[in-house]
């Protein structure tokens, strides 16, 4: 069963600092990994999708990595803003299925 | 991008009633819709897949007996939590995907007193 890690539960820094956000996953047999942002009491928005093939796909100030033989998957936000406060999940998928394996989430507060 | 709604956003109700939760594809068809649960400060759970015209398939420790699934359209799925109970409180999203992408319901708000 896949077992999906984030580290640290919960971050907070001033705004302008660049946050840097882990997730582990237990089996490195996936087939794509997704970054999510979920806001107090709502749904997710998606971030990044990284195919099992990419080593980091980028979206503004996100980046994020991927190490599929380590199982590791990193996601880097640059400059933060008190708007990119939320709780931000990893999920890997194994198969074309779309069934996601999602990690408890690194609560993040950029403080201004 | 693809919208996918819930209703209602939010529910209260007594123990041993009954709660029909909608999952809508506002602008595209989905053969195939997900249904997770939420509890407080933990990570999202799969419960079932919901395919159109089929049944549901539950994962694992997920009573198909109390979480009723149906897939009618390729635009609507419905759960339905029968006899709820306060251990049954959570916060529950679903997800519907087209060829590429997954999108996510806002969620529904379970409470049960």
């Known amino acids: 069963k896949q077992e999906v890690t984030q580290i640290p539960a919960a971050l907070s820094v001033p705004e302008g600092e660049n946050l840097v956000l882990n997730c582990s996953f237990t089996?490195?047999?996936?087939?794509?990994l997704q970054w999510f942002r979920q806001d107090p009491g709502k749904g997710l928005t998606s971030l990044l999708l990284?195919?099992?093939?990419?080593r980091e796909q980028t979206s503004g100030r996100l980046n994020a990595s991927l190490d599929k033989s380590s199982g590791r998957s990193t996601l880097y936000i640059a400059a933060s803003q008190p708007g990119d406060s939320a709780t931000y999940l990893c999920?890997?998928?194994?198969?074309?299925?779309?069934?996601?394996?999602f990690g408890a989430g690194t609560t993040v507060t950029v403080r201004a | 991008g693809a919208v996918v709604s819930q209703h209602p956003s939010w529910v209260i109700c007594k123990s041993g009633t009954s709660v029909k939760i909608e999952c809508r594809s506002l602008?595209?068809?989905?053969?195939?819709m997900f249904w997770y649960r939420q509890f407080p400060k933990q990570s999202l759970m799969l419960m079932a897949t919901s395919n159109e015209g089929s049944k549901a398939t539950y994962e694992q420790g997920v009573e198909k007996d109390k979480f009723l699934i149906n897939h009618a359209s390729l635009t609507l799925s419905t759960l339905t939590v029968t006899s709820a109970h306060p251990e049954d409180s959570s916060f529950y999203i679903c997800s519907a995907s087209d060829q590429d992408t997954q999108y996510f319901g806002p969620g529904t708000r379970l409470t049960v007193l």
């Open positions: 999920a890997v998928s194994r198969s074309n299925d779309y069934k996601l394996s």
């Open positions: 089996d490195s047999a996936i087939y794509n």
């Open positions: 602008d595209f068809q989905a053969t195939t």
């Open positions: 990284i195919q099992s093939s990419q």
